[in-house]
C-alpha cells in the first residue's frame, strides 16, 4: 500500500482497505509458512554441497523415494479413480459410511496407520500369513511395503479430488453417450473420464507429494533400511541425529523436488 | 405406425400419463407449458428416465425394457451436450464408433453428415470455437450418425438468439423433411411447433390436453393454454343452432351445431366502439378496459365484462377512443369470425 494518494484516472476498487484484523494474521500466517523453508536456505552448507549430494546414500534414497512415491501414485490411481467413481455415480447401501471410511487415513496419524498395516500385512497379519503361505510373499520391511504404506497414506487425497471433480462434472454429457450408443465402461472411458482430468491430475498431484513425504506408516510397516526402505525422509530424520548438515542437504534436495515437479505440473495442468 | 408408446412417470408431486404414436417420416411435437412433463416424456422415450408403467414400441419392437444405449435413437438435447474435448468430427463419430464401426469408417460417416449440414469446413473444430446455430447442427449430425429409427429433440431452438433461431428453424425443417424414420420433439415454443412439426400434441400438467394437425390446432383451441398460445380467445359454452351461450352472453357463431361448444374469435377480429353501434349483425356487449399493452405495431386492449377478451387495435384507435383502464366501451364481432365447434 502507498500511503500516497493514487494519481488521478486510476480507478481504485471501491470496496475499501482490506481491514488490519484480516491483513495482520494473513501476513503472521504466511510468514509461518515461509520462514522455515528460508532458514533451510540460509542454513544451508553451499560450500560443500556438490560433494555431499553425490554421497552414494543420498542419491539412493532419493533414487527410492521417486521410484516409490511414482509407484504408490500408480497405484492409487488404478484403484483409487474406479473406487472415487463408484463414491459419485452408483448409489448403494452405506454409500455415505464407505466415503467416511476412505477417508480415515486422512485424519488417523500415519503410524497408526503403519501399525494397522503390520497387523494385517505383518509376517502374523491376517492376509500376511496367507500371503507368505500361498505365494511366499513377504511385504513388510521391503521396498514393496514402502509402496504399500504410501499408498495408504496417499490414497484418499486422491479419491477425494477425483470424486469431486466427478460430482462437478456434467452427468448429463454421460447421458448424451449413452443415448449414442455408449456402453458405461465406454462413457466413463471416452467421456467422463476426459472431462474430470484436470482433477484426476491434480489428485494425483497431491497424492504424489503426500506419498514423497510419508514417514510415519513407512519407518513402522517397512523399517529403515538403506537401499530398500530408507525413503529420504527417513534418510532425513536419521541423519539429524548424527550429521545435521546432512540433514539439511537432503531436506533442500526433497524441497527442491517437491517443487519442481510441483510447478511443472502446476503450469501444464492444474491453472487454465 | 413405427413408434406406440404410453409413457407413465410417477414422481413425488408430478404424474405424466400420454399415449403417443408418430409414423414413419412423421413429425410430432410435444408443445406445453414449462414443467408440464414434456421433457420427462422424451427422456422416458429415450431411455434416460424410467417407466413406471406403459410400453414403449418401434416397428413392433418393444423399446421399454432396453437400456438407453441399446435403443435405436438419436437425440439432440437443448444445450447441445457436445463433448467439449472431440473436434466437431469425433463428436459425430462417437456414435458409430459405440455401435461397433471403425475408426475409419466412423469419421467417413461423421464427414458426410457434417457435409450435409454444411459444416465441412468446422469438422476440426471443438465445440467451445462454434457458435450456437452450428453447434446445433452439430448436434443434429451427431444425433442422425447413428442411423436411429426414432430421432428425439429437446427444445432444439431454445438456446439460439432472435435471428440465428429464424435461420436454423429452417434448415432443420429441411434436415427433419429427410429424415425417414419418427420424430418427436419438444417445445414450449408454438411457432417452433407450426413450422416443424405434421402433428401437434399438446401436454399440460402431464396429460394431453389437445392434438392435431398444426392448422387444426391453431384455429380450434381446447384450452386456455393452447389459445393463449396461437392467439385467440376462447369460450366455452353450449350451443343451439347458430347461438352459443356463454355464460349470461349469446354469440352468434358462423357454424351451427348444438350441445357443448368452444367458441373463438381472434383478437384482431373485436372491435371496439364508445358508444352502442347501430343496425350491425355484430355479438355486442358493454365491456370495461382492464389493461393496455404493446403488442407488436398494434395494442392489445384486455377487456372486462360478461366475456373477458383480448382485442388488438391500432394505436390511433386507442387515442381516438381515448381508452385507459377502467373506461367502459362496447365490444363487437361478426357473427362470420366467431367460430364455434364442439368440446
Known sequence: MTPSSPPRGTARPAVGRPPWVLVVPAVLGLAFLVLPLAGLLVRAPWATLPERLAEPQVLEALRLSLVTATVATA??????????????????????????????????????????????????????????????VTLPFTTAGVVIAEAFV???????????????????????????????WTVFRRVTLPLVMPGIVAGAVLCWARALGEFGATITFAGNFPGRTQTMPLAV?????????????LSLVLLAVSVIILASLRDRWVSP | MTLRARLVVDRPAFALDITLEAAAGEVVALLGPNGAGKTTALRALAGLTGLSGGHITLDGRPLHHLAAEQRPIGMVFQDYLLFPHLSALDNVAFGPRCRGASKAAARRVAAELLERVGLAAHAAARPGALS?????????????AVRPRLLLLDEPLAALDAHTRLEVRSQLRRHLAGFGGATVLVTHDPLDAMVLADRLVVIEDGAIVQEGSPADVAR?????????????NLYQGRAEGHRVKVGELLLTAAERLDGPAFVAFSPAALALYRSRPDGSPRNLW????????????????????????????????????????????WAGVKAAETHAYPA
Do not use: K
Not at chain 1, 479413480?81 to 452405506?94: C, E, H
Open chain 2, 132 to 144: 450456437g446455430g452450428q453447434a446445433q447442427r452439430v448436434a443434429l449430425a451427431r444425433a442422425l
Open chain 1, 75 to 136: 497405484v492409487c490411481l488404478l484403484l483409487g479413480v474406479p473406487l472415487a467413481w463408484l463414491l459419485a455415480r452408483v448409489s448403494f447401501p452405506g454409500r455415505r459410511l464407505v466415503r467416511a471410511l476412505v477417508t480415515v487415513p486422512l485424519v488417523l496419524p500415519p503410524v497408526v496407520g503403519g501399525v494397522a498395516l503390520l497387523l494385517v500385512l505383518g509376517r502374523r497379519g491376517v492376509a500376511g500369513q496367507w500371503l507368505e503361505s500361498a505365494f511366499g
Open chain 2, 220 to 232: 380450434r383451441p381446447r384450452t386456455a393454454y393452447v389459445a393463449r398460445l396461437v392467439g385467440l
Open chain 2, 286 to 329: 358493454q365491456a370495461t378496459v382492464d389493461g393496455i399493452e404493446r403488442h407488436g405495431d398494434n395494442v392489445r386492449v384486455h377487456l372486462d365484462g360478461p366475456i373477458a377478451a383480448f382485442a388488438d387495435v391500432t394505436p390511433a384507435a386507442v387515442a381516438d377512443l381515448d381508452l385507459s383502464p377502467g373506461r367502459p366501451v
Open chain 1, 237 to 249: 530424520y536419521l541423519a539429524l541425529e548424527t550429521e545435521p548438515e546432512a540433514a539439511i542437504v
Open chain 1, 154 to 184: 496417499a490414497m484418499p487425497f486422491l479419491v477425494i479430488s477425483v470424486e469431486g471433480a466427478l460430482r462437478g462434472a456434467d452427468q448429463r454429457f454421460e447421458e448424451a453417450a449413452a443415448t449414442l450408443g455408449a456402453s458405461r
